[in-house]
């Protein structure tokens, strides 16, 4: 299973952009890097996921290098309500596959 | 559903007591997983169900801990004599089932269990 390193914290002002890097240098040939986001007192949510290159959606961005090796997650123009835990996961997301969280990156968003 | 149910929201035990938990996933979603959370982000995976089956349960302490998702009810975690070190939030998931390779789970908003 391919461990994953994210920074433990990082503190940001409203409006800009955020990125949060994760290194998964044992990652795998069918592994995907997937990004959750947990509010205090909430389940995990799901935010993006990918398996190279680039991905958009309505909420950010992820950034996979060619080699695999590491990933970012951008945030454009956070505001307060971002300030959440983000996990960097990666492995077979299969349907059937249990999640492995490590210990996130804590956003503070800061007005 | 369209959410994951979790009852009840706070469970508060002395040491030795019962506790159960419960779990209602999204309707149509084969898989449920459970997954204490500790101090520090700490998640631990439990246990899983593939509709009423245990899926992969290499994460329960299996002395004290067990677990049932039987048809049309609620899926369940029961600790019998709690310890503790049982005090944390679990959470329940739920996915589709999904041949393919990626797949997200829905995380229900967690019981906070609390031994005395």
């Known amino acids: 299973l391919a461990k994953t390193t994210q920074p433990i914290s990082m503190d940001s002002y409203e409006g800009q952009e955020v990125n949060i890097t994760c290194s998964h240098n044992?990652?795998?040939?069918?592994?995907?890097i997937t990004w959750y986001q947990q509010f205090p007192s909430q389940g995990p949510r799901f935010i993006i996921q990918?398996?190279?290159t680039k991905v958009t959606n309505e909420v950010a961005s992820l950034f996979i290098p060619a080699d695999r090796k590491s990933s970012t997650l951008s945030l454009p123009r956070v505001s307060l309500s971002d300030t959440a835990v983000y996990y960097c996961?990666?492995?077979?997301?299969?349907?059937?596959?249990?999640?492995?969280f490590g210990t996130g990156t804590r956003l503070t968003v800061i007005p | 559903g369209e959410e994951v149910a979790q009852t009840p929201k706070h469970l508060v035990r002395g040491e030795g007591q019962k506790a159960k938990l419960y779990c209602a996933p999204i309707k149509g979603h084969s898989y449920v997983f459970w997954y204490q959370q500790v101090l520090k982000n700490e998640f631990k995976f439990l246990i899983s169900?593939?509709?009423?089956?245990?899926?992969?349960e290499t994460g329960m302490p299996k002395e004290r801990f067990s677990a049932k998702c039987l048809p049309n009810s609620p899926c369940s975690l029961e600790i019998q004599a709690t310890k503790l070190e049982d005090s944390a939030v679990y959470f329940c998931?739920?996915?589709?089932?999904?041949?393919?390779?990626?797949?997200?789970?829905?995380f229900g908003p967690g019981t906070r269990l609390t031994v005395l």
């Open positions: 044992n990652i795998a040939t069918n592994d995907y």
């Open positions: 169900f593939q509709n009423e089956n245990v899926f992969d």
């Open positions: 990918g398996y190279k």
């Open positions: 996961l990666v492995g077979d997301m299969a349907g059937a596959n249990n999640l492995f």
């Open positions: 998931a739920s996915s589709q089932s999904s041949g393919g390779p990626s797949n997200e789970q829905f």
